[in-house]
C-alpha cells in the first residue's frame, strides 16, 4: 500500500493568497484528518471526517480554514487568505474504523511570507 | 475531551543506554498509539496498545488502561533512534490528541 499521500510536500506562498493541500488516504479507510503541527501549539487536530461526512471541525482555526472530502478518496485543506502564523506543518491521516490505527502521511510544510 | 501528558519532556542518551518515555491520560480511552517523529518529520507508527505489552526488537510498550499510563521502554539506543516520540489516545470515534512528546537525543 502507497500510505496515505500528500501534496504539495512543500509549499511557500505570499499572505493573501489561497492555498490548498491535499491528501489521498489509505484505500479502504473510513476516517479522515487534518492535524498541523507548530512548536507553540505541537500537534492539533483541525477536522476529522467519517465516511467523507465531517464529524468534528471544532479545531479549525477561523473561516479563512475550510476542508472538504468530495469522496472517499480525496480530501483538501483549504486556507484562504493566507497568513505569516499559518505556516506550520500540515498532516492528514487516515484510519479503517473508529477503533483501529490511524496512519499519517508525510505532511505538508506551509510557509506563508 | 481527553488530555494527554509526556515525560520526561527532554532525554539526552549514551549509545548503549536504556530508557522509559511515560505517558498519563486523563479518562479512559479506546486507543493508544506511540509514534517517532524522525529528524524527517515523518510520524513513523511503532504501537498501537490500548492495553497489555508489545515489543518489537528494541522497542516496547506497556498500557495500564486501568490506571491510565502507557510506558515505551528503549533498550540498547541507538543514535538513529534520536527524535521526539508522542503518545496519543483517543476515545471511540473520535480523532487522535497528541501529548506534548519526549525529545530523545543518543550521542555515539
Redesign the interface.
Known amino acids: 500500500d502507497a500510505g496515505v499521500i500528500q501534496s504539495p510536500r512543500h509549499e511557500v506562498t505570499e499572505m493573501g493568497q489561497e492555498v490548498t493541500l491535499r491528501c489521498k488516504p489509505i484505500s479502504g479507510h473510513n476516517s479522515l484528518f487534518w492535524y498541523r503541527q507548530t512548536m507553540m501549539r505541537g500537534l492539533e487536530l483541525l477536522i476529522y471526517f467519517n465516511n467523507n461526512v465531517p464529524i468534528d471541525d471544532s479545531g479549525m482555526p477561523e473561516d479563512r480554514f475550510s476542508a472538504k472530502m468530495p469522496n472517499a478518496s480525496f480530501s483538501t485543506l483549504k486556507i484562504q487568505p493566507s497568513e505569516p502564523r499559518d505556516s506550520a506543518v500540515y498532516f492528514c491521516a487516515s484510519r479503517p474504523g473508529r477503533l483501529y490505527e490511524q496512519y499519517f502521511g508525510p505532511g505538508t510544510r506551509l510557509t506563508v511570507t | 475531551g481527553i488530555q494527554v501528558e509526556q515525560s520526561p519532556p527532554d532525554l539526552i542518551l549514551q549509545e548503549g543506554a536504556n530508557s522509559t518515555l511515560r505517558c498519563n491520560f486523563s479518562d479512559s480511552v479506546?486507543?493508544l498509539?506511540w509514534?517517532h517523529q524522525n529528524p524527517w518529520?515523518?510520524?513513523i507508527?511503532l504501537f498501537?496498545i490500548p492495553s497489555g505489552t508489545k515489543q518489537n526488537g528494541r522497542l516496547s510498550a506497556t498500557t495500564v488502561a486501568t490506571e491510565r499510563y502507557s510506558l515505551l521502554y528503549i533498550s540498547s539506543s541507538q543514535t538513529t533512534d534520536s527524535g521526539v516520540y508522542?503518545c496519543?489516545a483517543n476515545q471511540?470515534?473520535?480523532?487522535?490528541?497528541?501529548g506534548?512528546?519526549t525529545t530523545l537525543s543518543v550521542s555515539s
Not at chain 2, 471511540?92 to 497528541?98: P, V
Request: without cysteine.
Open positions: 479506546n486507543n498509539q509514534f518529520g515523518q510520524l507508527n498501537y508522542f496519543a471511540a470515534g473520535t480523532a487522535l490528541i497528541f506534548k512528546g
